[in-house]
């Protein structure tokens, strides 16, 4: 094996997953690896122990996450996860106890872990052979450095006298440019007035490009029988009404789907930390930034509104 890096190795685990990661832990210290887990002797939830986590995790070359559903729902293995992130550190996740639903926490979904469910000893040799992998990939990109390329210097004149003889040519271009720039918008806001004018009844709100996402609220359960087939997205609404605050900044806007927050699979929500229920969804928010995300696109000239409470 190469040399093992000057750091140590920090382990994150679940209470309920002491065993397991003293049996990871005294492999790794026989392999030679210093191994790094919070100090018994130290308060959890002080602030001496969170910044003996914090330096911890900020100063091992690699982090191994021991995952199982009561290391999932652990909101101090999150922190940790997310902690090696924000450091740039390598992550080994090993799976212990249940499934990948059960276990993965949204950060390492995307990961491939080592199972030890099964046999102990291979996950341990996997284990192993993925961290020497990592340190002797670490260890040749550190030792190869491409040759330093010296050219001869350039005379003081010469460089004076090329650097000079571009200034005029590059200030009538930006002037150039800055003068069509400015026709441009012109010729755009011109357009753009006598279209609104033209094209929309006064009474008449600015529309909305793509989805609306509203939040159903008790004031808005009479107005939900109004709402279009979702299913026909070129389906256009004409949003009437007066004091629609968006009258101010959009023009000719068009409703082409509101989401009424009843079939998250259907319209790809993928709830992480909230609900999902009686037409409303509710996130809710914690030191992860674990919430609420949907898979969408936007093209230009479309958009969102949401119409939201905040507590």
């Not at 690699?62 to 922190?79: C, D, G, N, T």
């Not at 491939?112 to 102990?120: F, K, L, T, V």
């Not at 389906?235 to 101010?248: E, F, H, K, Q, R």
Request: hydrophobic share 40%; with cysteine.
């Amino acid at each position: 094996m190469s040399q093992a890096p000057s750091g140590h190795i920090f382990i994150s685990y679940s209470r309920r997953d002491d065993e397991v990661m003293r049996r990871i832990a005294f492999f790794l210290r026989d392999q030679g690896f210093k191994v790094w887990v919070d100090n018994e002797k130290l308060i959890s939830g002080t602030p001496a122990w969170e910044e003996s986590i914090e330096n911890a995790i900020k100063n091992a070359f690699a982090v191994i996450v021991i995952l199982s559903p009561e290391a999932k729902s652990s909101e101090w293995v999150r922190r940790e996860i997310a902690c090696a992130d924000q450091y740039l550190k390598r992550v080994f996740p090993v799976l212990v106890k249940g499934d990948e639903d059960e276990s993965l926490p949204i950060r390492l979904i995307t990961r491939q872990y080592i199972d030890m469910r099964g046999d102990e000893t291979l996950g341990l040799s996997t284990l192993m052979a993925a961290i020497t992998f990592y340190i002797e990939k670490k260890q040749t990109l550190e030792m190869v450095r491409p040759p330093a390329q010296h050219k001869p210097a350039t005379p003081v004149h010469q460089r004076a006298s090329s650097s000079t003889k571009w200034i005029l040519p590059t200030v009538i271009l930006l002037a150039v440019c800055t003068l069509a720039l400015g026709t441009l918008w012109v010729g755009y806001k011109i357009f753009s007035t006598s279209r609104a004018s033209t094209s929309a009844p006064s009474d008449s709100v600015a529309a909305i490009p793509t989805d609306i996402l509203s939040a159903e609220t008790p004031d808005q359960s009479s107005a939900k029988t109004d709402t279009p087939d979702i299913s026909t997205p070129d389906a256009s609404i004409l949003v009437t009404g007066s004091g629609n605050p968006l009258d101010d900044y959009l023009n000719d806007v068009q409703v082409v789907e509101v989401d009424s927050f009843d079939e998250p699979l259907v319209n790809k929500w993928n709830v992480a930390n909230g609900t999902l229920e009686n037409g409303a969804l509710k996130i809710i928010g914690n030191n992860n930034y674990d919430g609420v995300s949907r898979d969408r696109v936007f093209r230009e000239g479309e958009g969102v509104v949401i119409d939201f409470s905040y507590s």
